[in-house]
Protein backbone atom coordinates (compact mmCIF):
# COMPACT_ATOMS: atom_id res chain seq x y z
CA UNK A 1 0.00 0.00 0.00
CA UNK A 2 1.20 3.77 -0.92
CA UNK A 3 1.15 6.31 1.75
CA UNK A 4 1.10 9.85 1.61
CA UNK A 5 3.22 10.15 4.99
CA UNK A 6 5.02 7.82 7.44
CA UNK A 7 3.12 9.48 10.80
CA UNK A 8 0.06 12.09 10.77
CA UNK A 9 -0.13 13.34 14.20
CA UNK A 10 -3.19 15.29 14.95
CA UNK A 11 -2.66 18.50 17.21
CA UNK A 12 0.45 20.42 17.36
CA UNK A 13 0.07 21.10 21.16
CA UNK A 14 3.79 20.29 23.37
CA UNK A 15 2.53 16.65 22.63
CA UNK A 16 1.88 16.63 18.97
CA UNK A 17 5.17 19.06 18.35
CA UNK A 18 7.33 16.36 20.55
CA UNK A 19 6.34 13.20 19.45
CA UNK A 20 6.58 15.11 15.46
CA UNK A 21 10.84 15.94 15.87
CA UNK A 22 11.13 12.58 17.93
CA UNK A 23 10.01 10.61 15.24
CA UNK A 24 11.85 13.33 12.30
CA UNK A 25 14.84 12.65 13.92
CA UNK A 26 14.37 8.78 13.25
CA UNK A 27 14.28 10.02 9.66
CA UNK A 28 10.54 9.62 9.13
CA UNK A 29 8.11 11.43 7.29
CA UNK A 30 5.79 13.61 9.40
CA UNK A 31 2.69 15.49 8.90
CA UNK A 32 1.33 18.04 11.53
CA UNK A 33 -2.09 18.55 11.31
CA UNK A 34 -3.14 21.57 14.03
CA UNK A 35 -6.46 23.33 13.65
CA UNK A 36 -5.30 26.72 15.44
CA UNK A 37 -3.67 29.41 13.21
CA UNK A 38 -1.60 30.39 16.50
CA UNK A 39 -0.83 27.39 18.87
CA UNK A 40 -0.78 27.68 22.44
CA UNK A 41 -3.79 30.59 22.55
CA UNK A 42 -5.62 30.50 25.12
CA UNK A 43 -3.38 29.55 27.77
CA UNK A 44 -5.07 26.48 29.72
CA UNK A 45 -2.22 25.69 32.23
CA UNK A 46 -0.95 26.77 35.24
CA UNK A 47 2.62 26.19 33.90
CA UNK A 48 4.05 24.13 36.74
CA UNK A 49 6.69 21.47 36.05
CA UNK A 50 8.98 19.64 38.39
CA UNK A 51 12.80 19.59 38.17
CA UNK A 52 12.73 16.70 36.37
CA UNK A 53 11.91 18.13 33.34
CA UNK A 54 15.24 17.82 31.99
CA UNK A 55 15.00 14.06 31.96
CA UNK A 56 11.86 14.04 29.26
CA UNK A 57 12.33 16.83 27.14
CA UNK A 58 14.18 20.36 26.43
CA UNK A 59 12.91 23.71 28.79
CA UNK A 60 14.89 26.51 27.49
CA UNK A 61 16.09 28.63 30.27
CA UNK A 62 14.12 32.09 28.67
CA UNK A 63 10.93 30.17 28.94
CA UNK A 64 11.47 29.14 32.58
CA UNK A 65 9.39 32.26 34.96
CA UNK A 66 10.34 31.35 38.29
CA UNK A 67 11.50 28.58 40.59
CA UNK A 68 10.13 27.19 43.82
CA UNK A 69 11.17 25.34 46.31
CA UNK A 70 7.73 24.16 48.05
CA UNK A 71 4.27 25.07 49.08
CA UNK A 72 2.03 26.44 51.35
CA UNK A 73 -0.76 24.08 51.84
CA UNK A 74 -3.89 25.23 53.24
CA UNK A 75 -6.75 24.18 54.60
CA UNK A 76 -9.29 26.35 56.12
CA UNK A 77 -7.89 26.77 59.64
CA UNK A 78 -4.28 25.94 59.22
CA UNK A 79 -1.11 26.00 56.81
CA UNK A 80 1.54 23.35 56.24
CA UNK A 81 4.62 24.58 54.86
CA UNK A 82 6.78 22.11 52.78
CA UNK A 83 10.04 22.74 51.06
CA UNK A 84 13.45 21.18 50.08
CA UNK A 85 16.92 23.66 50.10
CA UNK A 86 16.95 22.81 46.21
CA UNK A 87 14.27 23.91 43.41
CA UNK A 88 11.49 21.48 43.00
CA UNK A 89 9.67 23.06 40.57
CA UNK A 90 9.68 25.45 37.25
CA UNK A 91 6.79 27.88 36.43
CA UNK A 92 7.03 28.61 32.57
CA UNK A 93 5.35 30.68 29.68
CA UNK A 94 3.62 27.43 28.36
CA UNK A 95 2.67 29.86 25.31
CA UNK A 96 6.66 30.15 24.42
CA UNK A 97 7.10 26.57 24.87
CA UNK A 98 4.39 25.01 22.61
CA UNK A 99 6.05 28.16 19.86
CA UNK A 100 9.65 26.59 20.55
CA UNK A 101 8.54 22.79 20.72
CA UNK A 102 6.79 23.49 17.12
CA UNK A 103 9.51 25.30 15.61
CA UNK A 104 12.06 22.71 17.09
CA UNK A 105 9.54 20.15 15.05
CA UNK A 106 9.77 22.06 12.14
CA UNK A 107 13.00 22.80 11.71
CA UNK A 108 13.15 18.99 12.29
CA UNK A 109 11.94 18.93 8.70
CA UNK A 110 7.98 18.02 10.02
CA UNK A 111 5.46 19.56 7.84
CA UNK A 112 2.91 21.29 9.41
CA UNK A 113 -1.20 21.56 7.74
CA UNK A 114 -3.53 24.24 9.51
CA UNK A 115 -6.67 22.43 9.00
CA UNK A 116 -8.79 20.62 11.54
CA UNK A 117 -8.87 17.06 11.48
CA UNK A 118 -12.62 16.13 10.95
CA UNK A 119 -13.01 12.21 10.90
CA UNK A 120 -10.40 8.87 10.89
CA UNK A 121 -10.39 5.56 9.29
CA UNK A 122 -7.76 3.99 11.91
CA UNK A 123 -7.84 0.43 9.40
CA UNK A 124 -6.97 2.52 6.05
CA UNK A 125 -4.70 5.31 7.85
CA UNK A 126 -7.01 8.03 6.15
CA UNK A 127 -7.37 11.28 7.70
CA UNK A 128 -10.56 13.71 6.70
CA UNK A 129 -9.34 17.61 6.87
CA UNK A 130 -12.02 20.72 6.95
CA UNK A 131 -10.72 21.67 3.35
CA UNK A 132 -12.39 18.26 2.22
CA UNK A 133 -8.38 16.92 1.47
CA UNK A 134 -7.52 13.74 2.75
CA UNK A 135 -4.44 12.45 3.85
CA UNK A 136 -2.75 8.99 4.24
CA UNK A 137 -0.40 7.52 6.76
CA UNK A 138 1.12 4.26 8.13
CA UNK A 139 0.48 5.66 11.65
CA UNK A 140 -2.07 8.44 12.49
CA UNK A 141 -1.29 9.63 16.32
CA UNK A 142 -4.17 11.49 18.07
CA UNK A 143 -2.75 14.33 20.02
CA UNK A 144 -5.43 16.68 19.98
CA UNK A 145 -6.40 17.23 23.42
CA UNK A 146 -9.27 16.18 25.60
CA UNK A 147 -11.53 16.24 23.35
CA UNK A 148 -9.55 14.00 21.17
CA UNK A 149 -12.16 12.91 17.54
CA UNK A 150 -9.05 10.18 17.27
CA UNK A 151 -9.98 8.71 20.73
CA UNK A 152 -13.89 8.81 19.73
CA UNK A 153 -13.17 7.13 16.53
CA UNK A 154 -10.79 4.40 18.32
CA UNK A 155 -14.46 3.86 20.91
CA UNK A 156 -12.71 5.90 24.08
CA UNK A 157 -15.89 7.86 26.43
CA UNK A 158 -12.96 10.30 28.31
CA UNK A 159 -14.46 11.76 30.97
CA UNK A 160 -13.24 15.47 31.83
CA UNK A 161 -13.02 17.43 34.81
CA UNK A 162 -13.77 21.46 34.28
CA UNK A 163 -10.69 23.38 35.12
CA UNK A 164 -10.97 27.14 35.67
CA UNK A 165 -7.65 30.11 36.13
CA UNK A 166 -7.32 33.18 36.41
CA UNK A 167 -4.21 36.09 36.29
CA UNK A 168 -4.28 37.78 39.59
CA UNK A 169 -2.29 40.50 41.09
CA UNK A 170 -1.52 40.36 44.36
CA UNK A 171 -0.08 42.66 46.68
CA UNK A 172 3.23 41.16 48.22
CA UNK A 173 1.75 41.51 52.05
CA UNK A 174 -1.17 40.47 51.26
CA UNK A 175 0.36 36.96 50.04
CA UNK A 176 2.87 37.02 53.27
CA UNK A 177 -0.42 37.28 55.75
CA UNK A 178 -2.65 34.54 53.66
CA UNK A 179 0.59 32.31 54.54
CA UNK A 180 1.32 33.63 57.64
CA UNK A 181 4.98 33.90 56.63
CA UNK A 182 7.64 36.33 55.58
CA UNK A 183 9.60 33.55 53.37
CA UNK A 184 10.64 35.04 50.26
CA UNK A 185 6.70 34.83 48.16
CA UNK A 186 8.19 33.97 44.93
CA UNK A 187 9.98 31.02 46.22
CA UNK A 188 6.52 28.89 47.40
CA UNK A 189 3.18 27.91 45.24
CA UNK A 190 -0.45 27.63 47.25
CA UNK A 191 -2.45 24.94 47.19
CA UNK A 192 -5.94 25.17 49.38
CA UNK A 193 -7.97 22.17 50.31
CA UNK A 194 -11.89 22.67 50.53
CA UNK A 195 -14.64 19.64 51.14
CA UNK A 196 -16.62 21.40 48.32
CA UNK A 197 -14.33 20.63 45.22
CA UNK A 198 -12.14 17.73 46.43
CA UNK A 199 -11.30 15.68 44.81
CA UNK A 200 -9.50 18.84 43.01
CA UNK A 201 -8.01 22.01 44.66
CA UNK A 202 -7.19 25.76 44.41
CA UNK A 203 -3.83 26.38 43.48
CA UNK A 204 -1.80 29.61 43.45
CA UNK A 205 1.98 30.14 41.49
CA UNK A 206 3.53 33.31 41.20
CA UNK A 207 5.22 33.87 38.35
CA UNK A 208 6.55 36.97 39.67
CA UNK A 209 5.78 40.89 39.42
CA UNK A 210 3.08 40.15 41.60
CA UNK A 211 1.18 38.25 39.55
CA UNK A 212 -0.21 34.91 40.24
CA UNK A 213 -1.83 32.51 38.64
CA UNK A 214 -4.91 31.51 40.88
CA UNK A 215 -7.23 28.54 39.43
CA UNK A 216 -9.13 25.02 40.01
CA UNK A 217 -10.20 21.75 38.61
CA UNK A 218 -13.27 20.04 40.35
CA UNK A 219 -16.17 18.43 39.08
CA UNK A 220 -18.32 21.27 38.67
CA UNK A 221 -18.55 23.96 35.79
CA UNK A 222 -16.81 26.73 34.89
CA UNK A 223 -19.66 29.01 36.38
CA UNK A 224 -19.49 27.51 39.48
CA UNK A 225 -15.81 27.37 39.38
CA UNK A 226 -15.68 31.55 38.35
CA UNK A 227 -17.79 31.85 41.92
CA UNK A 228 -16.14 29.46 43.90
CA UNK A 229 -12.97 30.86 42.86
CA UNK A 230 -13.68 34.64 43.55
CA UNK A 231 -15.20 33.27 46.83
CA UNK A 232 -11.46 32.07 47.26
CA UNK A 233 -10.02 35.63 46.23
CA UNK A 234 -12.52 37.39 48.19
CA UNK A 235 -11.89 35.97 51.76
CA UNK A 236 -8.20 36.00 51.44
CA UNK A 237 -6.83 38.79 49.47
CA UNK A 238 -7.01 42.55 48.03
CA UNK A 239 -6.68 41.79 44.73
CA UNK A 240 -7.45 42.43 40.78
CA UNK A 241 -8.41 40.15 37.82
CA UNK A 242 -6.23 40.71 34.43
CA UNK A 243 -7.23 37.33 32.57
CA UNK A 244 -9.48 34.60 32.98
CA UNK A 245 -9.19 31.08 31.05
CA UNK A 246 -11.02 27.99 30.77
CA UNK A 247 -9.86 24.70 30.34
CA UNK A 248 -10.63 20.59 30.99
CA UNK A 249 -8.24 18.26 32.28
CA UNK A 250 -8.99 14.32 31.29
CA UNK A 251 -8.71 11.83 34.34
CA UNK A 252 -7.23 8.90 33.47
CA UNK A 253 -8.75 5.63 32.58
CA UNK A 254 -7.11 1.81 32.26
CA UNK A 255 -9.80 0.65 30.39
CA UNK A 256 -9.00 3.79 27.43
CA UNK A 257 -7.44 1.88 24.23
CA UNK A 258 -4.80 4.19 22.94
CA UNK A 259 -3.71 1.83 20.12
CA UNK A 260 -6.53 0.53 17.59
CA UNK A 261 -5.18 -0.83 14.41
CA UNK A 262 -3.03 2.49 12.76
CA UNK A 263 -4.54 4.62 15.94
CA UNK A 264 -2.32 5.67 18.22
CA UNK A 265 -3.26 8.25 21.26
CA UNK A 266 -0.50 10.23 23.53
CA UNK A 267 -1.39 13.48 26.45
CA UNK A 268 -4.64 14.40 27.03
CA UNK A 269 -6.15 12.92 24.02
CA UNK A 270 -4.81 9.41 25.71
CA UNK A 271 -6.28 11.05 29.05
CA UNK A 272 -2.12 10.86 30.39
CA UNK A 273 -2.63 12.74 33.14
CA UNK A 274 -1.72 12.59 36.90
CA UNK A 275 -4.86 12.04 38.98
CA UNK A 276 -3.94 13.96 41.82
CA UNK A 277 -1.98 16.91 41.00
CA UNK A 278 -4.29 17.22 36.93
CA UNK A 279 -0.22 17.72 35.64
CA UNK A 280 0.29 16.42 32.14
CA UNK A 281 3.38 17.69 30.47
CA UNK A 282 5.94 15.61 31.74
CA UNK A 283 4.60 11.98 31.54
CA UNK A 284 3.08 12.71 28.49
CA UNK A 285 6.74 13.80 27.66
CA UNK A 286 7.81 10.46 28.73
CA UNK A 287 5.05 8.70 26.80
CA UNK A 288 6.30 10.44 23.40
CA UNK A 289 9.73 8.58 23.97
CA UNK A 290 7.81 5.36 24.74
CA UNK A 291 5.64 5.47 21.44
CA UNK A 292 8.54 6.49 19.40
CA UNK A 293 10.04 3.52 20.14
CA UNK A 294 7.18 1.24 18.68
CA UNK A 295 6.13 3.57 16.15
CA UNK A 296 9.76 3.50 14.28
CA UNK A 297 9.73 -0.23 15.11
CA UNK A 298 6.21 -1.09 13.59
CA UNK A 299 7.09 0.98 10.50
CA UNK A 300 10.48 -0.54 10.28
CA UNK A 301 9.66 -3.98 10.22
CA UNK A 302 5.63 -2.91 8.77
CA UNK A 303 3.78 -4.41 11.59
CA UNK A 304 1.01 -2.77 13.21
CA UNK A 305 1.01 -5.30 16.14
CA UNK A 306 4.18 -3.85 17.75
CA UNK A 307 1.97 -0.48 18.68
CA UNK A 308 0.65 -3.10 21.31
CA UNK A 309 3.71 -2.97 23.30
CA UNK A 310 3.17 1.22 23.93
CA UNK A 311 0.09 0.89 25.94
CA UNK A 312 1.62 -2.13 27.28
CA UNK A 313 4.78 -0.27 28.52
CA UNK A 314 2.79 2.73 29.45
CA UNK A 315 0.99 1.14 31.90
CA UNK A 316 3.12 -1.16 33.67
CA UNK A 317 5.18 2.07 34.32
CA UNK A 318 2.42 4.48 35.30
CA UNK A 319 -0.49 2.28 36.99
CA UNK A 320 0.81 1.23 39.89
CA UNK A 321 1.51 5.38 40.98
CA UNK A 322 -1.54 5.92 39.16
CA UNK A 323 -3.40 3.73 41.87
CA UNK A 324 -1.92 5.36 44.73
CA UNK A 325 -2.92 8.65 43.70
CA UNK A 326 -6.67 7.42 43.18
CA UNK A 327 -6.44 6.03 46.30
CA UNK A 328 -5.49 9.19 48.18
CA UNK A 329 -8.31 11.14 46.09
CA UNK A 330 -10.83 8.38 47.44
CA UNK A 331 -9.78 9.06 50.88
CA UNK A 332 -10.01 13.49 50.64
CA UNK A 333 -13.42 13.09 49.09
CA UNK A 334 -14.45 11.47 52.82
CA UNK A 335 -13.37 14.26 54.17
CA UNK A 336 -15.59 17.82 54.92
CA UNK A 337 -13.95 21.16 55.86
CA UNK A 338 -13.80 20.37 59.34
CA UNK A 339 -12.13 16.90 59.01
CA UNK A 340 -9.17 18.49 56.38
CA UNK A 341 -8.48 21.13 59.56
CA UNK A 342 -8.54 18.25 62.05
CA UNK A 343 -6.27 16.03 59.27
CA UNK A 344 -3.72 19.28 59.30
CA UNK A 345 -3.62 19.89 62.52
CA UNK A 346 -2.50 16.57 62.94
CA UNK A 347 -0.07 16.62 60.22
CA UNK A 348 1.38 19.40 62.25
CA UNK A 349 1.68 17.79 65.74
CA UNK A 350 2.94 14.81 64.75
CA UNK A 351 5.51 16.55 63.03
CA UNK A 352 4.33 15.85 59.13
CA UNK A 353 5.87 18.59 57.58
CA UNK A 354 9.17 17.17 57.58
CA UNK A 355 8.27 13.83 56.34
CA UNK A 356 6.58 15.54 53.31
CA UNK A 357 9.34 18.06 52.79
CA UNK A 358 11.30 14.86 52.52
CA UNK A 359 9.28 12.01 50.65
CA UNK A 360 6.94 14.11 49.46
CA UNK A 361 7.39 14.57 45.69
CA UNK A 362 5.05 16.95 43.04
CA UNK A 363 5.29 14.04 40.45
CA UNK A 364 4.50 11.03 42.81
CA UNK A 365 2.27 10.29 46.08
CA UNK A 366 3.20 6.43 46.31
CA UNK A 367 6.50 6.88 48.23
CA UNK A 368 5.51 9.38 51.01
CA UNK A 369 1.99 7.40 51.80
CA UNK A 370 4.22 4.10 52.08
CA UNK A 371 5.97 6.17 54.80
CA UNK A 372 3.20 6.74 56.53
CA UNK A 373 2.05 3.64 56.42
CA UNK A 374 5.10 2.05 57.68
CA UNK A 375 5.32 4.81 60.66
CA UNK A 376 1.96 3.88 61.39
CA UNK A 377 1.14 7.51 60.99
CA UNK A 378 -1.70 6.78 58.56
CA UNK A 379 -4.64 6.52 61.62
CA UNK A 380 -2.95 8.95 63.92
CA UNK A 381 -3.72 11.93 61.21
CA UNK A 382 -7.07 10.78 60.27
CA UNK A 383 -10.70 11.34 62.15
CA UNK A 384 -11.42 8.02 64.02
CA UNK A 385 -14.78 7.47 62.30
CA UNK A 386 -12.82 7.14 58.81
CA UNK A 387 -10.41 4.39 59.77
CA UNK A 388 -12.82 1.72 58.55
CA UNK A 389 -13.27 3.60 55.61
CA UNK A 390 -9.73 3.85 54.73
CA UNK A 391 -8.86 0.66 55.80
CA UNK A 392 -11.25 -0.37 52.41
CA UNK A 393 -10.01 1.96 50.18
CA UNK A 394 -5.64 0.98 50.87
CA UNK A 395 -6.73 -2.67 51.19
CA UNK A 396 -5.02 -3.01 54.61
CA UNK A 397 -5.26 -6.19 56.69
C1 LIG B 1 -6.25 24.98 33.78
C2 LIG B 1 -5.20 23.93 33.51
C3 LIG B 1 -4.00 23.96 34.20
C4 LIG B 1 -3.01 22.99 33.94
N1 LIG B 1 -1.82 23.07 34.60
C5 LIG B 1 -0.84 22.18 34.33
C6 LIG B 1 0.43 22.30 34.94
O1 LIG B 1 0.68 23.22 35.73
N2 LIG B 1 1.39 21.37 34.66
C7 LIG B 1 1.16 20.35 33.77
O2 LIG B 1 2.05 19.51 33.54
N3 LIG B 1 -0.04 20.24 33.16
C8 LIG B 1 -1.03 21.12 33.39
N4 LIG B 1 -2.23 21.02 32.76
C9 LIG B 1 -2.42 19.94 31.78
C10 LIG B 1 -1.68 20.28 30.48
O3 LIG B 1 -2.00 21.58 30.06
C11 LIG B 1 -2.05 19.26 29.39
O4 LIG B 1 -1.79 17.97 29.90
C12 LIG B 1 -1.27 19.51 28.11
O5 LIG B 1 -1.66 20.71 27.49
C13 LIG B 1 -1.53 18.36 27.14
O6 LIG B 1 -0.91 18.64 25.91
P1 LIG B 1 -1.49 18.01 24.57
O7 LIG B 1 -0.53 18.41 23.52
O8 LIG B 1 -1.80 16.58 24.81
O9 LIG B 1 -2.91 18.71 24.35
P2 LIG B 1 -3.26 20.23 24.07
O10 LIG B 1 -2.30 21.13 24.75
O11 LIG B 1 -4.71 20.37 24.39
O12 LIG B 1 -3.04 20.39 22.51
C14 LIG B 1 -3.94 19.80 21.59
C15 LIG B 1 -3.77 20.47 20.24
O13 LIG B 1 -4.57 19.77 19.29
C16 LIG B 1 -5.26 20.70 18.49
N5 LIG B 1 -6.46 20.03 17.97
C17 LIG B 1 -7.49 19.55 18.72
N6 LIG B 1 -8.39 18.94 17.92
C18 LIG B 1 -7.92 19.04 16.65
C19 LIG B 1 -8.41 18.61 15.39
N7 LIG B 1 -9.57 17.93 15.27
N8 LIG B 1 -7.68 18.87 14.28
C20 LIG B 1 -6.49 19.55 14.38
N9 LIG B 1 -5.98 20.00 15.55
C21 LIG B 1 -6.68 19.73 16.68
C22 LIG B 1 -5.55 21.85 19.45
O14 LIG B 1 -5.82 23.05 18.72
C23 LIG B 1 -4.26 21.93 20.24
O15 LIG B 1 -3.29 22.74 19.63
C24 LIG B 1 -3.25 21.96 32.99
C25 LIG B 1 -4.47 21.92 32.30
C26 LIG B 1 -5.44 22.89 32.56
C27 LIG B 1 -6.74 22.84 31.78
Given at each position: MKFDCDVVIIGAGPVGSTIAYYLAKKGLNVMLVEKKKQIGYPLQCAGIVSRHIFNYNELPDDIILNTVNGAFLHTRNHILNVKKDYEVAYIIDRIAYDEFLLKRALDAGVKLTNQKAVDFDVNKGITYLSNNQKVTSKIIVGCDGYNSKLSHSMGNAQSNFAASQMLVKIDENNMKSFRNSNESINNYVDTYLLEEILPGFIWVIPIGNNRYRVGLFSTHSHKRQDEILKGFLNDNFYYEIIEKYKGFIPVFSSNNKVVKNRGLLIGDAAGQIKPTSGGGLMIAFDACRVACKYITEAIRKDDLDILKGYQKEFNKKYSKEFNYQFKVQKTLNLLSDKDLDYFFLKLKENN?????????????????????????????????????????????R
Open positions: CEELISEYGDMETQSALVKEFIKRGLIFKIMPAFLFKKIVNIFGF
